[in-house]
């Protein structure tokens, strides 16, 4: 059953624009929707639970209950969920959206995840003439809604180019990185960079501080500095080090065991990235909340 609270025509425009199945909303997806839609694109919402339809209604959404009924009528279908086997789960199998998408159209798949998850919805697309874009991000809603997420995207640059327009909505720069499993890789790269940033910041406090530094004062003279970075404003951002402990851990942490498990896999070597990931500085500053348990990090991690 699919309900119709239709966005108000005034917004549609003709030209250029596509129908987009839309699966997964919450924080990132939900002002993707808002902007595919003020650029005039038809979108229809996953929305399985009764508040999740409520919502989708109250805020004028066109909704449907299944991901088939979702994606039936789809030019482009664009997944935005929390896991890598919620990726797998929506995506794949008799049920999934490529399973129920026409032949012709394009998946766009945006949550972090394994780079083998990327190959697999490839590889069951090109079984029925489905074009999948490894698409990952970088950013928050205030940089979608703002149109200057960032999009690392793995797959053919033709495909590519046609999508280009719609995910331009609400990303720049928008950056083809290779073949499908690419993005994954970047943004596995990039989280991992990230979180030591992180950590080398907190250490940093540490190490003025033996020095006879006030955090405030590190805090503010580093951002001035060579040595300022996108971890070192997290940290400053947060006023402390205490302030700013365990915050991404929960967006982090996942990141941060998928990249150990795909170098692993790859027999590749973190090297001096692994060794900060591994400190005391991220594992209980970082990826841990600094009220748990030492054991319950240790839980999380495993």
Not at 141 to 146: K, T
Not at 147 to 159: I, K, M, P, S
């Amino acid at each position: 059953m699919t309900a119709s609270a239709r966005w108000p025509a005034r917004c549609l425009e003709d030209r250029g624009s596509m129908k987009i199945g839309f699966i997964g909303a919450g924080r990132m997806g939900r002002p993707m929707v808002d902007r595919l839609m003020a650029a005039g694109h038809s979108v229809t919402v996953l929305a399985r639970r009764p508040q999740a339809r409520a919502a989708a209604e109250a805020d004028g959404l066109t909704w449907a209950d299944t991901v088939a009924t979702t994606v039936r009528d789809a030019d482009a279908v664009f997944v935005v969920v929390l896991t890598d086997e919620q990726v797998r789960s929506v995506c794949l199998g008799p049920d999934g959206a490529i399973a129920g998408m026409r032949p012709g159209a394009t998946l766009v798949q945006h949550t972090t995840s394994d780079p083998e998850t990327a190959h697999q919805l490839a590889a069951a697309g090109s079984g029925r003439g489905i074009g999948v874009l490894d698409a990952a991000l970088s950013g928050g809603p205030h940089d979608i809604a703002a149109g200057r997420l960032t999009l690392w995207v793995g797959g053919d640059e033709a495909l590519l180019e046609r999508m280009r327009p719609a995910l331009g909505t609400y990303a720049s720069p928008i950056l083809s990185v290779g073949p499908v499993g690419n993005g994954q890789r970047v943004k596995l790269v990039n989280n991992a960079l990230f979180v030591a940033q992180v950590g080398l910041a907190i250490d940093a406090v540490r190490l003025a501080g033996s020095l006879g530094i006030e955090e405030k004062a590190i805090l503010a003279a580093l951002q001035h500095g060579s040595g300022a970075s996108r971890g070192l404003g997290v940290v400053a951002g947060g006023g402390s080090v205490d302030a700013v402990a365990g915050r991404i851990g929960d967006l982090m942490l996942k990141d941060v065991t998928v990249v150990r498990e795909v170098a692993r896999g790859a027999g590749a070597d973190l090297g001096i990235i692994g060794t900060v990931l591994a400190s005391e500085a991220v594992e209980k500053k970082v990826l841990c909340p600094p009220d748990a348990p030492e054991s319950t990090f240790a839980r999380r991690a495993q």
